[in-house]
């Protein structure tokens, strides 16, 4: 069983920053991409940004310059540094990663969710 845990999330006024945790833990042999997704109130869940066990990143293009997204491989975690907060940038936060477990037959990778942290940036 895999577990992605956030933190980090809370309430900010515009323009103030937020760094955004996600730790995986549970029986995983390796972790390739992981990523921020974000839901807004009425909205689809959308990319914010993606990167890849190799450090390679990718984000959205109109977050650009403002969120920045890393990893700790040892630590099997992911974060999200947000800076220049707006209040457009209100929503929850999901973390997401392609989880590689060993199975009776040998490696399958498997994607993971975590529970969401709320986000809200006040104006």
């Known amino acids: 069983q895999v577990q992605l845990v956030e933190s980090g999330g809370g309430l900010v006024q515009a323009g103030g920053s937020l760094r955004l945790s996600c730790a995986a833990s549970?029986?995983?042999?390796?972790?390739?991409?992981m990523g921020w997704y974000r839901q807004a109130p009425g909205k689809q869940r959308e990319l914010v940004a993606i990167?890849?066990?190799?450090?390679?990143?990718n984000y959205v293009d109109y977050l650009k310059g403002r969120f920045t997204i890393s990893r700790d491989n040892a630590k099997k975690t992911v974060y999200l540094q947000m800076n220049s907060l707006k209040p457009e940038d209100t929503a929850v936060y999901y973390c997401?990663?392609?989880?590689?477990?060993?199975?009776?037959?040998?490696?399958?990778?498997?994607?993971?969710w975590g529970q969401g942290t709320q986000v809200t940036v006040s104006s």
């Open positions: 997401n990663a392609a989880v590689v477990t060993a199975q009776a037959m040998g490696l399958d990778e498997y994607e993971y």
């Open positions: 549970g029986s995983i042999f390796s972790i390739n991409t």
């Open positions: 990167i890849n066990s190799r450090g390679v990143t």
